[in-house]
């Protein structure tokens, strides 16, 4: 199984999302930033140290929100779901990895085209109001 956390990174009463790239896995679905947890790494960890390589961004990870997981025909997923904020509000997010980014309200979440295992989190999500 390979273990994911994934950032939900709000600003303005919005969620950041990402477009994952052409060429990779899940091409042009959207997803929470994050990535693979590496050895000897704590979940929280795992996520700074991909939202530094992803957004050029520093976070300060909050309380966990929930997991998915996911059966794929490549293998099974386990996304964890931490709440992030930007340690400067001000930062300027940009991608390195990714074909689009947006910053959506919970509301409008599911107008977009989700990876299957982040669809929980989105339906979660869009429940709450920011």
Avoid at 15 to 32: N, S, V
Avoid at 64 to 72: A, G, K, P
Avoid at 77 to 88: M, Q, S, T, Y
Wanted: charged share 30%; glycine share 6%.
């Amino acid at each position: 199984m390979k273990v994911v956390a994934a950032a939900l990174l709000i600003r303005n009463g919005k969620l950041f999302i990402a477009k994952r790239p052409e060429g990779k896995t899940l091409a042009h679905h959207w997803e929470f930033p994050g990535g693979k947890q590496e050895e000897g790494e704590t979940l929280p960890q795992t996520l700074r140290r991909e939202l530094r390589e992803e957004l050029n961004i520093e976070t300060e990870i909050g309380d966990f929100f929930m997991r998915s997981v996911y059966d794929y025909d490549f293998g099974q997923i386990e996304i964890n779901c931490f709440w992030a904020r930007l340690k400067d509000e001000a930062a300027d997010v940009r991608s390195n990895e990714h074909e689009d980014i947006a910053w959506v309200e919970a509301k409008d979440l599911k107008g977009y085209l989700f990876a299957p295992a982040d669809v929980p989190i989105v339906e979660a999500l869009s429940k709450i109001h920011f």
